[in-house]
């Protein structure tokens, strides 16, 4: 075998070992690449700033937006609503779930409650509670309404839907109700939660965001993004910025919360014998 | 297992912390002040204290033109008769609710919107009106003929006639916009199609376009839009003719566009309503008395990051921005035939309690 094949053996074995390891990685790259360029071509061709501006010209508005005390302020402003809005919902959506997931006619009690939460409008709703809160609170309570429902139908059906032959073994060994809970509710009901609070936290960043902009909360991204929109002189690029502002929070919140998981899982990933 | 509960108390500690901080921090979500307001909750209703009187007042004000009457006392963070002013810009969508839950000590509305909710609520007096009309017709046509200075009502007749198997795209669909300019055009029976333009950059993105040649937007949008189309090629961008105007020629009326509404149990205290009114008429002068001053005004709202108004762009129509103050009561006959056309069933004028009277 000659130097050169095996060195570009060595190279197809790095690169086969790269592919195995970060392939998602890099086909994720690889479409962001691949959408940014077709929206540059296209921004470019289409010439029409105040309908789509080219990237560049939204990544210097974006670079500018870092240099506003503002931004910092409203930003973390509209991610405490958001949290805000998130923590309520998960709390009392974990409640009720448990209690829905235990008595079935609570569920059956709720199901009207959950329903209408889900299907009703989230603008019509903001216009409503608009009037009973001020603007400021307006956001929090949409993105609670936001997340409760799936919250709630995530922890309902994750107990309703506990391993039978698990919680029967339960019962003959006469496991304490604390131990049947962390060892066999939890790890049931853990991958279910993260996966629903992923989706949830992104949903709920967008209705909280939408809210912000409908309610004019002061100190906000949404006012920001409405006051760019008013402006297609030169605002286009910078109500594209704060979009993206919009969806690195929700990126980050995502990426956090998988973190998160992988660390419980990996613990309770030996709960169970 | 320590692990995960450790990074789970830490995560419910921090979240309890931002819900501490968010419900006890609410100098984050408001604008700059030059000064604090004193200690006592603003929005606490006059109607606890017998008397009516409060440490700080909430003076309301929907985004845009309208706003502009108060850009002089928010700037100045203006005292009214000793009491601290607590000047908020909220969104238009904003205004019945802040007048329905009684946020608002004053406040300033579309004259129609304010007189329902006074009416439906029966908490507020109308104390005055701020602005005479900021509407106007703008095209890219260049068929078009504009509307004279001084029109006479044969001129207005003549103006609105041009239109007629045309289609003119407006802001403000079945609202004061779109109603108003529709009961012109029926008062002169020009068969012309209002097309819904939803919004002001809807219209001007329609304009570049060329889907639509013909609009109704109201001033600082009318005058922000000529700089628009000029950087994308269209040139021949015009403003025709103010709503306003044509509206005073045919019905020999001013068209009281909106107005500064007051909380009933505020205006109990009179030698506070007319210090305030003397406050925000001659915050009104100092903004019209020059281009330099209503550019002055408009940075600072520019500055405030909490409404959408641009220095460079006020400046150069200030004056179309209408801005002045007259009491309700000597504009009663205005406003009743504005809301009479704009809500129907106020087209009795049946409602002299919603002005306000200083005894």
Redesign the interface.
Same mark, same amino acid.
């Given at each position: 075998m000659t130097a050169s094949s095996t060195k570009r053996n060595k190279a197809a074995r790095i690169a086969g070992y790269i592919w195995r390891r970060h392939g998602g990685t890099l086909l994720a790259l690889a479409a962001i690449a691949l959408f940014l360029g077709a929206w540059e071509l296209v921004a470019v061709g289409l010439k029409?700033?105040?309908?789509l501006p080219r990237f560049s010209a939204v990544c210097v508005a974006f670079g500018r937006l870092w240099g506003t005390p503002?931004f910092y302020?409203d930003t973390?402003?509209t991610l %405490? *609503?958001a949290? @805000?809005g998130f923590?309520i919902a998960f709390f009392a959506g974990a409640a009720m779930g448990v209690a829905g997931g235990v008595f079935s006619k609570f569920r059956a009690f709720c199901k009207p409650l959950v329903a209408f939460f889900r299907a009703a409008p989230t603008m019509g709703l903001t /216009?409503v509670i608009?009037?009973?809160l001020?603007?400021?609170y307006t956001p929090v309570c949409i993105g609670f309404l936001m997340v409760f429902p799936v919250i709630y139908t995530t922890v309902a059906d994750s107990i309703a839907t506990a391993p039978r032959d698990l919680l029967q073994m339960a019962k003959v060994y006469r496991m304490p109700l604390s131990k049947q809970i962390r060892y066999i509710y939890v790890p049931h009901a853990v991958p279910m939660m993260f996966s629903a609070c992923s989706t949830a936290f992104a949903l709920n960043i967008k209705a909280t965001v939408s809210a912000e902009i %409908?309610?004019? $909360?002061?100190?906000?991204i949404g006012?920001?993004m $409405?006051?760019a929109?008013?402006? /297609? %002189?030169d605002g286009t690029a910078m109500l594209f910025a704060w979009l993206l502002v919009a969806v690195l929070l929700s990126v980050l919140a995502e990426c956090l919360l998988k973190l998160?998981e992988r /660390? @419980?899982l990996r *613990?309770?990933g030996n709960a169970i014998v | 297992m320590k692990k995960v509960i450790v990074v789970l108390v830490a995560l419910f500690v921090c979240l309890a912390v931002c819900m501490g901080a968010f419900a006890c921090n609410n100098a984050a979500t408001r604008p700059q002040q030059t000064q604090d307001p004193v200690d006592k909750d603003s929005s606490q209703s006059a109607d606890q204290d017998p008397v009516g009187a409060k440490e700080t007042y909430t003076v309301f004000a929907p985004d845009g033109a309208p706003s502009l009457a108060l850009a002089k006392m928010m700037k100045d963070n203006a005292a009214v008769a000793g009491h601290a002013m607590d000047y908020r810009i909220i969104g238009a969508a904003n205004v019945a609710a802040s007048m329905i839950n009684g946020d608002a000590d004053f406040i300033i509305a579309p004259t129609n919107a304010g007189v329902m909710q006074s009416i439906n609520t029966d908490n507020y007096y109308m104390l005055g009106v701020t602005s005479w009309g900021n509407l106007y017709i703008v095209t890219t046509n260049d068929g078009y003929e504009a509307l004279a200075d001084n029109a006479t009502t044969a001129d207005a007749a003549a103006f609105l006639a041009q239109f007629a198997a045309k289609s003119i795209s407006s802001i403000g669909n079945n609202q004061v916009p779109d109603n108003s300019l529709k009961y012109l055009l029926g008062l002169q029976n020009v068969d012309c199609t209002v097309a819904d333009g939803v919004d002001a950059a809807t219209i001007q993105a329609d304009l570049i376009a060329g889907s639509v040649d013909c609009a109704l937007l109201g001033e600082p949008a009318a005058t922000a839009t000529k700089a628009l189309l000029a950087k994308n090629g269209v040139t021949n961008y015009r403003i025709l003719g103010s709503l306003s105007a044509v509206w005073q020629s045919l019905t020999g009326l001013a068209y009281p566009q909106a107005g500064i509404f007051v909380k009933k149990s505020v205006a109990a205290d009179q030698a506070f309503i007319a210090a305030f009114e003397s406050t925000l008429a001659a915050s009104i002068d100092y903004f019209n008395a020059s281009a330099a001053n209503a550019e002055e005004l408009g940075n600072y709202m520019q500055s405030r990051e909490d409404n959408s108004l641009k220095g460079a762009i006020v400046k150069q129509c200030y004056l179309r921005t209408a801005q002045s103050y007259r009491s309700a009561s000597a504009a009663k006959e205005d406003v009743k035939r504005l809301v009479g056309v704009l809500v129907p069933r106020l087209a009795d004028g049946n409602y002299d309690g919603v002005f306000y009277q200083a005894q």
């Open positions: 029409k700033e105040y309908m503002s302020r973390f402003a %405490l *609503r949290i @805000c923590a /216009l608009m009037v009973w001020r603007a400021k %409908l309610a004019h $909360t002061v100190g906000s006012v920001h $409405t006051n929109a008013a402006d /297609l %002189l998160i /660390l @419980c *613990r309770y | -």
